[in-house]
């Protein structure tokens, strides 16, 4: 055995898209979640184990947990965005939704849903992460400050933000690992008082679930799901495996988890420590800390892409690469800048930034913002979730209900408004569709004392379409899906003003010196508004400087 070195490691994908940024349901505690992996075994015939279906899960939730409809429902979705499922199956689903003519006939295409029992319980229980914790508190480390905007780029956080933590989860995991495996031992493995036995044996159907949150590799080589490894010939000793038993030794499996388990080597840390530098953003006349943008791409398998970019001042940045294709994106303390990113992207969380605007391509899984100051976000995506936002205005087009977490104030919402060639392209590469969109119909995930205050919608009269200002190949020419009607009529209501405008001018019968004037009256109000609005910085910032470095590919 010593010729194999297994090192294994906490995925972060379920911690960045599947855990909310929220205290969890009372209710997800360990003994409820013991309590239903009992419950779905003793009812495996009706749709319980080893699927879960959706009725099932509604009647355990709502009737066991005590959640409401809406939030199970958001967590049963939210799972199965982490799914493993290709784009055409995902735009099929759309097709079957668009084509439901009352919320009966949606409820039982519902009803066809199913997600793997074990899996969906680790699931639940990962929502711990972001529980606030009063004994850790009491020394120092957190505290529920809904505000609290204390925690930098590497994830040190005394408002404990750890979804991108990769150190946080492993943590998370060994701390909790015994909990986890216990959840998944069957009912008869357990001691009177729900824990394991020095004899307890777990089944290779609940190692292959705990794949759902590790993985690993022999010897630095092919990354491989955490049950191939454990069932590999060589590693049995190790792992604990019984060819007569046909299963794992509690003690066995658990001592070799704890041995195994270290850094991801795929993780923020790894990326910013060891990622190619891009230099993608220029170093602007008055910042005071230089622009830094990582990535991991050149040096890892596709399913572990990550960009990480902070600090980018006073710039417009554009990119459309390889580099960015179906990559978790993290945006971190920006300010007064306009960035592009127009490829396919696997998730995008904007933290710290401020009096910016995010243009972004189709986003498979979530955006999420956290504490952030006037900042405009306009982008496709399966889900949006914001939390501690103040004056943020969200243009999106969304097949599910965008999510308003805590500490949030004077939020917009508005229709998706702008295109790009490869718009189209993008979103049936990522399974996304125009339809169902849900961009009005947010949800108050956590609801504080002033609700009705929290978020408004864009008035028609304040709407106008966003151009992106760069030229590329495709095939997309107009916004997907259309707009709105009432934004559509505000917007040719306007366009007929302008029409009597132009006619009114052309019929005054000026004379040449009287036009110059006229003209330079009308040039000296746009370029008031320009300043006025902020938008001659945009314009400005397009222009490339005459000397010094471009923006470099990647």
């Not at 600090?311 to 580099?323: C, G, N, P």
Request: with cysteine; net charge positive; aromatic share 10%.
């Amino acid at each position: 055995m010593d010729q194999f070195t297994v090192n294994l490691w906490v995925k972060m994908e379920p911690f960045i898209v599947g855990a909310l940024q929220i205290p969890p349901p009372s209710k997800f505690s360990l003994h409820y979640l013991r309590k239903m992996s009992t419950y779905v075994r003793m009812h495996s015939s009706e749709g319980y184990y080893p699927y879960l279906f959706w009725p099932m899960w509604r009647h355990i939730a709502c009737g066991k947990l005590q959640l409401e409809k809406d939030l199970a429902w958001l967590y049963f979705e939210l799972f199965d965005s982490l799914v493993d499922r290709t784009a055409e199956a995902r735009l099929e689903w759309a097709e079957v939704m668009l084509s439901c003519a009352t919320e009966e006939e949606a409820e039982k295409q519902r009803n066809k849903l199913s997600v793997d029992t074990l899996q969906f319980l680790l699931f639940l229980y990962i929502q711990q992460l972001n529980k606030v914790s009063l004994r850790t508190s009491l020394v120092g480390e957190e505290w529920p400050n809904l505000k609290s905007k204390s925690y930098g780029l590497t994830g040190e956080s005394t408002n404990q933000v750890k979804n991108w933590n990769d150190s946080y989860h492993q943590a998370f995991v060994q701390n909790h690992l015994q909990d986890l495996l216990e959840l998944l031992l069957d009912p008869d493995q357990l001691s009177a008082s729900s824990h394991s036995t020095h004899n307890s044996l777990v089944t290779p159907e609940a190692v292959r679930a705990l794949s759902f949150l590790i993985e690993g590799s022999v010897n630095n080589r092919t990354v491989h799901p955490l049950h191939q490894l454990a069932l590999w010939q060589p590693l049995h000793a190790s792992s604990g495996f019984s060819k007569i038993s046909k299963a794992f030794s509690f003690p066995k499996l658990e001592s070799w988890l704890r041995t195994c388990l270290t850094g991801n080597p795929f993780g923020m840390s790894a990326c910013l420590k060891s990622g190619k530098k891009l230099a993608w953003a220029q170093q602007v006349e008055g910042a005071t800390k230089r622009a830094k943008i990582a990535c991991n791409t050149h040096i890892v398998p596709s399913a572990h892409h990550m960009v990480v970019m902070s600090q980018v001042y006073k710039q417009t940045l554009a990119k459309s690469s390889d580099t960015l294709e179906d990559s978790h994106v993290k945006i971190h303390r920006c300010c007064e800048s306009f960035i592009y990113l127009l490829s396919p992207l696997r998730s995008v969380s904007i933290e710290k930034c401020r009096n910016s605007t995010f243009v972004l391509g189709p986003v498979q899984t979530v955006i999420h913002l956290h504490s952030c100051d006037n900042v405009k976000v306009i982008a496709v995506c399966r889900r949006l979730s914001l939390s501690s936002t103040t004056s943020c205005t969200l243009h999106i087009l969304t097949p599910t209900r965008p999510l308003i977490l805590l500490g949030n104030q004077a939020i917009t919402f508005a229709p998706f408004h702008t295109h790009y060639p490869m718009l189209e392209d993008h979103m049936g590469r990522t399974g996304l569709a125009t339809v169902p969109n849900y961009w009005d119909n947010p949800m108050l995930v956590c609801k504080d004392n002033f609700d009705w205050k929290v978020f408004r919608f864009l008035s028609p009269s304040e709407f106008y379409p966003f151009v992106v200002p760069f030229e590329m190949e495709g095939d997309t020419t107009e916004i997907p899906g259309g707009l709105p009607p009432a934004y559509q009529k505000a917007l040719n209501q306007r366009e007929q003003r302008i029409q009597v405008w132009q006619k009114t001018v052309k019929e005054a019968g000026l004379t040449k010196d009287q036009r110059k004037q006229f003209q330079v009256l009308v040039e000296n109000k746009f370029y008031e508004w320009l300043v006025h609005t902020g938008s001659r910085q945009q314009l400005d910032s397009l222009v490339l400087p005459a000397a010094g470095p471009k923006q470099a590919a990647g």
